[in-house]
Every structure is written in C-alpha cells, then in structure tokens.
C-alpha cells in the first residue's frame, strides 16, 4: 500500500520537469548523468504508461546539482514533512563573495519574471499546462535567488 495520495505521487514527476528546465533540458542533463534521454522523459511523464516510472536517488540529486537546487529532494522532503535548508553558502551552490546589491538585482529580476509569467497567465482567464510548467520555473529561480540570500547570511554570521 502506498502511503501518499496519487496527486503527491505525481507531483515528483512534475517538479522533475521543472528540474529538467533548470539544467537546460534532459538532453543537455543526460551528459551528467547515468541515464539516457528516453528514460528520463519518462520520469517526468504523466502519461499512463509511464505512471510507474520514478526517478532513482541517485539520478536525482545528479538533476538536483544540474538545477543548483535542491529541487526533487526537496520535493521528497516535504511529502515527508520536511524542509531542506543550507549548511553553508558554499554548500547551497551561493557564490564565495558576500551579500550584494547583484543579489538583490537579482532577486528582484526573479520575482519580476513571475509576476509577468502570473500576468500571462491570467491574461486568458485560465491557467494552462504550459503557463503551470513556467510558472513552476519562474518560483523555483526566485526560490534559488531567495536561498543564495539566506545562504549568504548565515554565512556572514559564521
């Protein structure tokens, strides 16, 4: 018996897609890898024939250090009840130097994008499966922005 509903089951192959997109496709992230192309399309999939196909851990955390997040661990963690945060900034993948007005630039050119992206969407009155999949981009890279944040303050004070 399976212990989390199937909408839960199906968002790990959602957010692999998101994954997918932050390392610059599945055919680019195939190189970093043990997996080929074809099989990690269907990781992502939500068709019927590929309900039963899940990433392996170790094909995950490869995807997560491609995406710079810890994006399908996370997602793990939190269908446990859990939360995933830094150890160090060097370990969150946030760059050596300290807090700066780049970061803050660069925050708010993430937040911008998905407030364009949620502008777009609702544009049409409704909220397709394309607007989703950019939309669940555009927060994952605000979230990554807001993490080298954090990242860098608990550096800061260490």
Not at 5 to 32: I, M, P, W
Request: aromatic share 6%; glycine share 4%.
């Amino acid at each position: 018996m399976r212990h989390f509903s199937e909408k839960a089951y199906r968002s790990l192959k959602c957010v692999c897609s998101v994954a997918y997109d932050l390392a610059g496709g599945n055919t680019l992230f195939q190189h970093s890898t043990r997996v080929v192309v074809s099989q990690l399309s269907k990781y992502a999939s939500l068709n019927q024939d590929d309900e039963k196909s899940y990433m392996p851990i170790d094909v995950a955390v490869d995807l997560d250090r491609a995406a710079g997040s810890p994006i399908i661990t996370g997602t793990m963690a939190q269908l446990l009840g859990f939360r995933l945060e830094p150890l160090t900034a060097t370990a969150a993948g946030a760059e050596a130097d300290k807090l700066s007005e780049r970061d803050a630039h660069k925050l708010l050119a993430e937040a911008m994008d998905v407030s364009q992206a949620l502008l777009a969407a609702f544009a049409d009155g409704r909220i397709d499966a394309l607007e989703r999949k950019r939309l669940r981009v555009e927060l994952r890279e605000v979230i990554r922005a807001a993490e080298t944040i954090l990242a860098k303050l608990d550096e800061e004070v260490a």
